[in-house]
T-cell receptor
Framework: GAVVSQHPSRVICKSGTSVKIECRSL??????MFWYRQFPKQSLMLMAT?????????EQGVEKDKFLINHASLTLSTLTVTSAHPEDSSFYIC???????????FGPGTRLTVL | RKEVEQDPGPFNVPEGATVAFNCTYS??????FFWYRQDCRKEPKLLMSVYSSGNEDGRFTAQLNRASQYISLLIRDSKLSDSATYLCVVSAYSGAGSYQLTFGKGTKLSVIP
């Protein structure tokens, strides 16, 4: 149980394009999903908390107009990186909470490379 | 002071060795504590929760000292498959029924044949 999928697993795009990443909880409903970013040799950094049916809460320093989050259902949240630049290249990971709210299960991550 | 601090390692140990990792956290309001394992270029996976009474899962033993804000993980009889980065993670209530996880940078373990 508690499986989270992410798509795509890897994406390479040109600077200035937008990239959409999907996060799905496959066998449970997730009221809350989280989006993280991890740069090489760094810890996971929370970008935003996404609650189904409401606006996401962004962490300080994360541009909400650049990283668009939509959580339209209890099993799907999307992150769109708009007008991507090379500095946005990173490992983006989502997570979702099943019944125990202080435990998160992670998706396999999306490796974004912006050329 | 970093919120969750770990020795980055690497710890290079022979198969069968016992290895211990330590972690300190700064937020005294933290409520739950975990060790996650992250393999290279993969997502973190929950290894075990950590309780004040200490808990054991096979070769893995975790301990929490709330007074010292200190968490430990002991791995006995190391296997090659234990090679990974071990993340110390603390959880604190962030409001509206939600909890936020704060991650350490991780301690890298390499088990050598």
């Amino acid at each position: 149980g508690a499986v989270v999928s992410q798509h795509p697993s890897r994406v390479i795009c040109k600077s200035g394009t937008s990239v959409k990443i999907e996060c799905r909880s496959l066998d449970f409903q997730a009221t809350t999903m989280f989006w993280y970013r991890q740069f090489p040799k760094q810890s996971l950094m929370l970008m935003a908390t996404s609650n189904e049916g409401s606006k996401a809460t962004y962490e300080q320093g994360v541009e909400k107009d650049k990283f668009l989050i939509n959580h339209a259902s209890l099993t799907l949240s999307t992150l769109t990186v708009t007008s991507a630049h090379p500095e946005d290249s990173s490992f983006y990971i989502c997570s979702a909470t099943p019944s125990r709210p202080d435990t998160q299960y992670f998706g396999p991550g999306t490796r974004l490379t912006v050329l | 002071r970093k919120e969750v601090e770990q020795d980055p390692g690497p710890f290079n140990v022979p198969e069968g060795a016992t290895v211990a990792f330590n972690c300190t956290y700064s937020n005294s309001a933290s409520q739950s504590f975990f060790w996650y394992r992250q393999d290279c270029r993969k997502e973190p996976k929950l290894l075990m929760s950590v309780y004040s009474s200490g808990n054991e899962d096979g070769r893995f033993t975790a301990q929490l000292n709330r007074a010292s804000q200190y968490i430990s993980l002991l791995i006995r009889d190391s296997k090659l498959s234990d090679s990974a980065t071990y993340l110390c993670v603390v959880s604190a209530y962030s409001g509206a029924g939600s909890y936020q996880l704060t991650f350490g940078k991780g301690t890298k373990l390499s088990v050598i044949p």
